[in-house]
């Protein structure tokens, strides 16, 4: 006897068509006012290189997994999707810099992808969280901070933090367990390919390997520490 529709787990349908693990990244962007300009405009063709980088890699389209997450306000502009699925939105700038929020409504929304993982029976990679700002949180960020210092320890999760000209790099500092990396001028597609090429690697490794990460601080490379 064949499974019913509603036998099938949460989200079964679409583990059922693709049983790959699971390599899932946030992308956490900072979209408040002084982002207006070049700096959003540059951070939008960052997203098509990124979607467009992942699309040439036939394996990272089935496993790698993206979420959307703007703050200024907190809103998530996509829920996760395989890189096959992600469709990069046109991003306006408007509002101040709820970083905290932002990153609670990341986790929230990790915890959820992880149960649906499990309850379908699909292993996954550490995931990774991946933050551009510009800016200081304009709100309450502490207990967020807690809470990654928790998942980084707890090997639950791996948190990038990533600061343009103007952030607040004391409180990166104290948020993120790795150091905080400076973005070269408004280098946003050098890092997102960067980042598609890192994820491609993790996504072909076996799901506990180490994978050594390409350093974006070389003197040619996009970020500075």
Known sequence: MGTTFDQVPFGGAEFAEN???RCPCILLLDTSGSMKGEPITQLNDGLVAFKD?????????????VALITFGPVQVQSDFQTADQFQPPKLETTGDTPMGAA?????TLLDQRKQAYKSNG??????????????????AWKEAAKKIHAGEEAKALSFFAVGVEGA???????????????LKQL???????????SLSAV???????????QNPTTPEGWASV
Not at 53 to 65: F, G, I, N, S
Not at 103 to 107: D, E, P, S, T
């Open 168 to 182: 607040h790099f004391d409180t990166l500092e104290q948020i993120a367990v790795r150091k905080p990396l400076k």
């Open 103 to 107: 990153i609670q409504q990341a986790l």
């Open 122 to 139: 699909i292993s996954y990679y550490r995931p990774w969280i991946f933050l551009i700002t510009d800016g200081a949180p304009t709100d």
């Open 203 to 213: 996504s072909r490794s076996n799901v506990d390997d180490q994978v050594p990460l």
């Open 19 to 21: 049983p790959e693990p």
């Open 53 to 65: 980088e992942l699309a040439a890699d036939a394996l990272a389209q089935k496993r790698v997994e």
């Open 187 to 197: 280098r946003f597609r050098d890092l997102f390919i960067w980042l598609s090429n």
